[in-house]
């Protein structure tokens, strides 16, 4: 099944207040600053590439070898600046490089204050003020690695570094776009220090003579310029520039996939009914001087046994050229247990980045996209409908009998959850023929189960279809005191599962978007045994309608057995506004009815058992 891309970054325009340089969240829409950062130095300096000759370097130790341009701003704290002190609104440390010293940082303004001080429609650049020599450097002129130390963190940044050969017209040859962005919902800051290396093979024309090198900032999102959020920056910090002399042969390999993340999803857990002969991804980069051709060799583990191996094709990469080689193998993972897939590239003249490893689980019933759990979460401001999931595809005909979900701290215990999965009709999680075949309403339990995996059972089992797509996904009318959270997956969202629903899309539209950056721990449980104790004291609740409703209402249901039976109306916070019905009923199909004699919003029909509570949402109008 192709997969399609509805792509999201949606800006918001209000901040949170902060006290300090590392203080409260700060929410733009789905994007969140964290609430702190590691505070410690590291203590370790960075081991450079052993057979790449340093063939030019610079340490800021003398300002005037670059040239600024901030493109009108003035004072501390905006642009590019060369010292020794650290002047950003966030960071208390200064990079920890190896020449230590003076340094290059950028900043732009304090987004902390009241109102922020961050400038709209800037770009600062800093440039080496002198052309580098190029025919005075070894290696010719197409072999060249640009390295440099970095610390600083996304967000909404376009951290880029750009040359040129003729000191008028620049190339962009490298970003910090790969960095997952810090927000309260996870990433982090870069280590301190991180190294750069930028392979310029190609870049750099035969018969040049010159070289400059510039690092500019600006707002990744032209697009929404006009919005001071996209302005923020936590700051860049650069030092210890250097061009090195390329390896002749070196690959790199970038990171491995368990699953076809292009055209299908990855899932970090497969029941054994749904397992499929694997699909690996192995992302390699070709870091030296000439043009090489690999193969690379592909081992599956089980519990510390090989029972898989295999060679990709061969692919050829020009210097400086990156691809991703998708090998479909024969072989199908259908034990259960944990698989470790390591990727080995052929020795070349650097050793250190020649294999990736990663893993995937074969489980008995649950499917999920969570690698394990970390500390990140996914959550929202809004106080409106908001929705969070993921995105499933059906190998194989099975009966759905629960959702697990992570529960994160920040989920306000009793609140009301509707449970859909939907299924996707047209490729599309926007479609409008899109229909749920699981619909019903869950109440948090108290106090609010934030640590394991809490199992919500389905009313009625559901059978999903080998062949469709799926998104299960939990939603809520979100106020300012009752609030969703889910826990994440450390390991990002690269397939584009996740699955929000909320005013997340160009003016705040609302609808569902993928491109989080994270998965959220929403699984399918097709487990047969989920419920099978609890079948004496099931209720069904059928209907409740007219929905929504401005007056008189009707609700069905039906008992297994004879039991005492209360029916009750409740508010969005959970508080009682009617009691329709209190005392024994028989066994079979009943109708009740109530007036709706209460304000307009969001109400909950609850029908309790002795053993079983069933819950439907409806609207009074």
Request: charged residues 15%.
């Amino acid at each position: 099944m192709k997969k399609y891309s509805t792509l999201v970054m949606a800006l918001g325009t209000a901040f949170f207040g902060f006290s300090q340089k590392v203080s409260e969240s700060m929410i733009v829409s789905n994007r969140q600053f964290a609430t702190e950062l590691p505070a410690e130095k590291p203590t370790t300096t960075p081991t450079y590439k052993a057979g790449g000759d340093v063939v030019w370097s610079n340490d800021f130790s003398n300002a005037t070898d670059w040239t600024v341009n901030n493109d009108g701003a003035t004072g501390a704290g905006f642009g590019w600046d060369i010292g020794t002190t650290e002047q950003s609104w966030f960071f208390n440390s200064v990079i920890n490089s190896t020449s230590d010293g003076a340094f290059a940082e950028l900043n732009n303004g304090n987004p902390t204050l009241s109102p922020g001080t961050q400038l709209l429609d800037v770009t600062y650049t800093l440039t080496t003020a002198a052309p580098i020599d190029v025919n005075a450097l070894s290696g010719g002129p197409n072999n060249y690695i640009l390295e440099f130390m970095q610390y600083g963190a996304q967000f909404n940044d376009a951290q880029e570094v750009y040359i040129s050969t003729d000191g008028t017209n620049w190339i962009l040859v490298g970003d910090n776009s790969d960095i997952e962005p810090l927000t309260a919902n996870g990433g982090a800051a870069y280590t301190n220090p991180t190294v750069k290396t930028i392979n310029l093979s190609g870049f750099i024309p035969g018969g040049t003579n010159s070289l400059w090198i510039r690092f500019s900032w600006t707002t990744a999102f032209p697009g929404s310029a006009t919005n001071p959020n996209v302005w923020i920056t936590y700051g860049w910090m650069i030092d210890d520039v250097r061009i090195l002399e390329a390896y002749s042969d070196e690959f790199k390999l970038n990171e491995v996939f368990t699953h076809d993340i292009f055209n299908a999803w990855d899932y970090y857990e497969t029941p054994t009914a749904q397992t499929v002969p694997s699909t690996i991804g192995i992302s390699i980069k070709n870091d030296g001087g000439t043009a090489q051709t690999k193969t690379i060799d592909v081992n599956f583990d089980l519990g510390g046994t090989s029972v898989y191996s295999a060679t990709t094709p061969a692919v050829t990469l020009q210097p400086g050229e990156s691809d991703t080689v998708w090998f479909t193998t024969t072989y199908t993972a259908s034990t259960v247990g944990t698989y470790t897939i390591t990727a080995t590239l052929p020795a070349d003249d650097n050793l250190a980045n020649n294999s990736g490893t990663t893993e995937f689980k074969v489980t008995d019933f649950v499917y999920g996209h969570n690698h394990a759990l970390g500390t990140t979460k996914l959550s929202f401001s809004q106080e409106e409908l908001i929705g969070i999931g993921n995105l499933y595809e059906i190998n194989a005909n099975q009966e759905l009998k629960a959702i697990d979900v992570a529960f994160a701290s920040g989920t306000t215990a009793g609140i009301y959850v509707d449970v859909f999965v939907y299924e996707v009709v047209a490729g599309s999680i926007q479609d409008p023929g899109n229909f749920d075949v699981v619909n019903f309403t869950y109440q948090i339990p108290t106090p609010a189960p934030v640590s394991g995996i809490t199992t919500i059972q389905l009313p009625t089992p559901t059978t999903l279809e080998a062949g469709k797509l799926y998104f299960a996904i939990l939603m809520t009318s979100q106020t300012a005191t009752e609030k969703l959270a889910i826990k994440t997956s450390s390991a990002g969202d690269a397939d584009f599962s996740t699955v929000c629903y909320g005013p997340f899309g160009a003016s705040s539209a609302v609808n569902y978007f993928v491109g989080w950056g994270v998965a959220p721990a929403v699984k399918l449980n097709f487990d047969p045994s989920v419920g099978i104790n609890e079948e004496s004291g099931t209720v069904a609740l059928s209907e409740v309608y007219p929905n929504p409703t401005s007056g008189n209402t009707t609700v069905d249901f039906s008992l297994l057995n004879n039991e005492n039976v209360k029916v009750l109306v409740l508010d969005a916070s959970g508080r009682i506004v009617k009691t329709v019905l209190e005392g024994a009923q028989t066994a079979g199909d009943h109708s009740v009815s109530f007036e709706a004699d209460f304000a307009s919003g969001v109400y909950y029909v609850n029908i309790v058992t002795e053993g079983t509570t069933v819950t439907k949402k409806f609207i009074k109008k």
